[in-house]
C-alpha cells in the first residue's frame, strides 16, 4: 500500500519555526496551563516572564495598572512583547482590559481580514 504521507517528518525549515529557545525548559512544556492574573505593578513583569518561560499560556488582566498608569501599560505591553518575540512566543490583546501570553509551543489564530477593493462609503 502506497504511503500517504500523513505522518510523513516536516520539513526542516518548519521545525526551525517551531523549535524552543535553550532559555525555555523543555521538560516543563510537557504540561501546559492556563493561567490569568491581574497585572497591579510593573514589578510583576518578572513573574509573568517565568510562567510563561515555564510553559503556561497567561490572561493578564490590565485594569489594576490602568487605573494607575496608561505609561506604565504601555511600558509593561511593550516589555512583554519583547519577551514573547526573544522566546519565540506569542501575544495578543484580548478586547481593551485583557492581554494574552503564550510560550513558544503556541500559537494564537489571528483571522485574516480579506481587503475590498470597493471604496469606503464618505459621509457627505
Keep these: 500500500m502506497p504511503a500517504l504521507g500523513l505522518f510523513r517528518k516536516p520539513k526542516k525549515e518548519e521545525d526551525e519555526k517551531t523549535a524552543v529557545p535553550p532559555s525555555v525548559d ?10 490569568a492574573m491581574p497585572l497591579r505593578d510593573l514589578s510583576d513583569l518578572e513573574e509573568i516572564k517565568n510562567e510563561v518561560k515555564n510553559g503556561n499560556v497567561l490572561i493578564l488582566r490590565i485594569t489594576p495598572l490602568a487605573s494607575k498608569s496608561v505609561e506604565d501599560v504601555k511600558r509593561a505591553v511593550n516589555e512583554l512583547y519583547e519577551f514573547a518575540e526573544s522566546i519565540s512566543g506569542d501575544i495578543a490583546r484580548l478586547g481593551e482590559e485583557r492581554v ?20 469606503l462609503p464618505t459621509a457627505a
Design 26 to 35: 523543555k521538560e516543563v512544556l510537557d504540561k501546559t496551563y492556563l493561567k
Design 100 to 119: 494574552v501570553i503564550c510560550p513558544p509551543n503556541i500559537r494564537i489564530w489571528r483571522e485574516k481580514r480579506q481587503v475590498s477593493n470597493k471604496p
